[in-house]
């Protein structure tokens, strides 16, 4: 009778614990994909371009397919529905395009996405072959992960007509105005890396000349800076590792606004205060980047 309730014990805990790390995995995935804790790196973003172009074929494919064989077959609609994948093959080609040449903005899938709406108004209307259907809601599926890469802030469901502008109903782009690409993000984190060597040289110096030498406030803005190298050095790890996240750059900001409040009590000479001011700069592309809404404490 123990041994038998001993067995159940045992299997409950480990049904138990199945299922926390099951919801705990599943609330990170969630997290990941709700939250864009996360910067897409280049590899990941020629990816869903990818599965975007190849998904496209299969869509089109089976869309012809199924016109074919519909009452639409030779039809104005039929003209209309061919416009808009056309329209929207030149918008993906353009996106690629910029892709490659590194400058791919929040606009060129804005204009992606445009095109997407009208055929997803096509197929909502105008119900084709399941398998068309499928097609389209897989590639639905692939521009969702688009519109995420680059922060566009997209929902389906509003359908653009001849008075629609390009950033009416449907479509909005947060405050970075582009996609920055990894090797744009590598220079700003140097920028940072260096700028902050500066600051602390400056620093130094000036603190050795001053009325908070040997006290216990210089004891207060070393350790703040050097918190603040700590969590950059862990974020310039991250991004090495293409697991950088707005969390990261959030830690470096919190800590830089210790430095900050200190900067702007504190009376040193011009020289700290113009590397720290020019860090600060930094800072907000970073913040910028990785879409951090951040604000000094002025």
Avoid at 262 to 282: G, H, I, T, Y
Wanted: net charge positive; charged share 30%.
């Amino acid at each position: 009778m123990c041994r038998n309730s001993f067995l159940l014990f045992g299997k409950q805990c480990v049904a138990f614990f199945v299922v926390l790390f099951s919801t705990a995995f599943a609330s990170s995935v969630m997290g990941q994909v709700l939250g864009q804790p996360y910067r897409i790196g280049d590899k990941e973003v020629e990816k869903i371009i990818r599965r975007i172009e190849q998904q496209s074929d299969k869509f089109r494919g089976s869309l012809d397919a199924a016109l074919d064989k519909s009452r639409f077959n030779g039809t104005v609609r039929e003209d209309d529905i061919n416009a808009f994948v056309k329209d929207f093959y030149r918008e993906t080609k353009h996106l690629r395009d910029q892709f490659d040449h590194h400058k791919s903005t929040a606009p060129d899938v804005e204009s992606v996405l445009e095109r997407a709406t009208r055929i997803d108004g096509f197929m909502s209307r105008y119900p084709l072959s399941p398998r068309a259907q499928n097609d389209w809601a897989t590639l639905k599926t692939n521009l969702d992960e688009l519109a995420v890469a680059y922060n566009v802030s997209w929902r389906w469901g509003v359908y653009p007509t001849a008075t629609t502008v390009a950033d009416g109903p449907g479509v909005a782009v947060s405050g970075t105005p582009y996609r920055l690409s990894d090797r744009e993000v590598e220079q700003i984190l140097k920028r940072i890396e260096k700028q902050s060597d500066r600051f602390r040289s400056a620093l130094d110096a000036a603190l050795d000349k001053s009325r908070l030498d040997g006290t216990r406030r210089e004891d207060d803005i070393n350790a703040f800076v050097k918190d603040f190298y700590k969590e950059t050095k862990a974020l310039r790890n991250h991004f090495d590792q293409h697991k950088s996240t707005g969390a990261d750059v959030q830690t470096v900001l919190d800590r830089a606004a210790r430095i900050d409040e200190f900067m702007r009590r504190a009376r040193l000479k011009k020289d700290p205060q113009k590397e720290w001011s020019n860090l600060k700069l930094s800072l907000d592309d970073l913040a910028r980047v990785y879409d951090v809404n951040w604000r000094w404490g002025y």
